[in-house]
């Protein structure tokens, strides 16, 4: 591709980018091949849609004699957050009013536009356009503008990461350049499993500030499962006195209180982060047993926990349904709620069908749109409602051949009970139509694929630090479950060709997933999510680029997250060893040093 899309941007914006003669493209809306060759020399993550230098020997100089301004009042509280992220990640106290130094200006501008579409859907019902943000860095100062508080927030991301990754002594020296930038789809999320670790409220709110330092804007808090349950329904008090006192194994348990809810809820929204709440249901369901055996059969029961679902003929389960849904979509601002539907293992079809076909009405009766992994297609989903498709086509190929084999396969091994096993089967058997049903019924797409975006998935590669072999050892699932999973694996795919049959505009966004089966506490969290996460966030906003332009950019990154304290894996695709890790990382030393 020769040309550039470029970027078509208000009176103002158009009169200061014609000022500049030299304009030199730096930044390109198409695939990186297209680009020169200096295309990375801004080094974001997720990469902007467009770039321009303009000129290289007026840097801005950013220190603590500079300062922030807002010329809205909704913009004050990102002004804070920006003085306190550039004072924690990058040792520079800039002052709240204009300093002596140069400026930094936040503005909302109503009338910029741009040729960078957002297409997909949004978790809050905004229309998607509203992340659009211009950043202008010139000798003089600094101006960030966006028609929404969101867009400014987006571009003050963008700022944070120049700032820290330039700053040496206090002081950042910024190249002139001016960038309009704006996803490439409104989701952008991350799946979290709170219930087989319980993670507490101060590592959902770091959790949420990593998602926001990457410009993603969706968290789905997976907040009940078959090992326990975290969220309060005043009228099954039991849900949370029993269930929530239980995790995977031996582990601790807990949930977050009314209050604890609130102050998540608060930090998201803080950061442009919605929240969607995910009820998993018809299958793993055994902790509300635990709580109210009576909502089961004896039957059920004497199944094993990962085969117990809820009945729609059992009277007393709709009433416990309902409050769940009520109760979610009272909490939650957003617009969404999840309402499960995965691996309902010992349902056969047409109670499957029954059930949904009464849970779905249910949850959009809330007046919330509904989220579904993708087996809920086989009972039906419609127009407005969102698939979450999380399948890959070798899951269902290792099944198929494992079928096929003489003598005993791993899945015999794997699932001794012939009942779960069959179950099990006939859930990956049936997992290629899934797609196409959630289309014909009319319903947007979600993309999960658990072999580019489950984060949980062990690391192939080792890591170039010697001190992470125990770890490496013992988290993250094998790659046998959801397949390849090196940090290049992981990056180097693309949401429009990923599935052949799901065209752009059905595309709702996309969506890492973090299942804490092997997970146990907030290191091991990190360990898992960083350095992959990135990643989610390039594919979800950025266009097409490739692996050898992102992994420098990726690999600068560990400079945040040593100052923001997190664990990560040093993974040696991406830091070959310690040594050549440290070269190619910023020069400076840590804000922290
Ligand atoms: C499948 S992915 C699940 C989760 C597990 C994960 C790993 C999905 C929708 N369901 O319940 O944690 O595999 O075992």
Known sequence: MSERIGPRISRRHALQAAAVATTALIAHAGPVAGAPPDAAAIKLIPAPRSAQSTGSNAP????????????????????DWLREQTASLASISLSGGTGTGRTIELEIDPDMSSDHPTSGVRADGEEPEREL??????REGIRISARTDEGVFRGATSLLHLITDAAVDGEATLDACSIVDAPRFAWRGLSFDVVRTFHPVETVKRVIDLLALYKLNVLHLHL????????????????TDVSGKTASGDRPGGYYSQADYESILEHASARFVTIVPEFDSPGHTASIFRAYPELATEEILDTPESMHYLHPDIPGVWDLVGAVYDELARVHPGARIHVGGDEALAMDDDTFSAYMDTALPMARATGKGIVAWQEA????????????????????????????????????????DPDVREAFVRLFIEAPYDLLKALEGGADVIISRADRLYLDTSYPEPSSDP?????????????????????????????????????????????????????????DLMFQLLPRLPGVAEKGWSDLREWEDYKPRLALQRRIWDAMGVNYFASSVVWPNENSATAVASPAATPQE
């Open 133 to 138: 943000y211009a950043l202008d860095i010139s």
């Open 467 to 523: 001190d992470q072999e125990e770890d490496h050892e013992r988290v993250g699932l094998p790659t046998s479950v959801y397949g390849n999973g090196t940090v290049q694996d992981a990056y180097d795919w693309d949401p429009l060709t990923i599935e052949p049959y799901l065209p752009a505009n059905r595309i709702a966004g996309i969506e890492g997933a973090i299942w804490c089966e092997t997970i146990e506490d907030e290191r």
């Open 60 to 79: 801005c100089i950013i220190s603590s004699t500079s300062g922030v301004v807002a010329n809205d009042p909704s913009l004050q509280s990102i002004a």
């Open 377 to 416: 297609s086989r009972a039906g989903l419609s127009e407005g409602d969102l698939m979450q498709h999380w399948i890959p086509p070798h899951l269902v190929n290792r099944v198929r051949s494992a079928i096929e084999e003489p003598g005993e396969s791993w899945l015999d091994r794997s699932f001794p």
């Open 224 to 239: 009940t499962d078959t090992e326990g349950w975290r969220f309060e329904v005043p009228e099954y008090p039991k849900l």
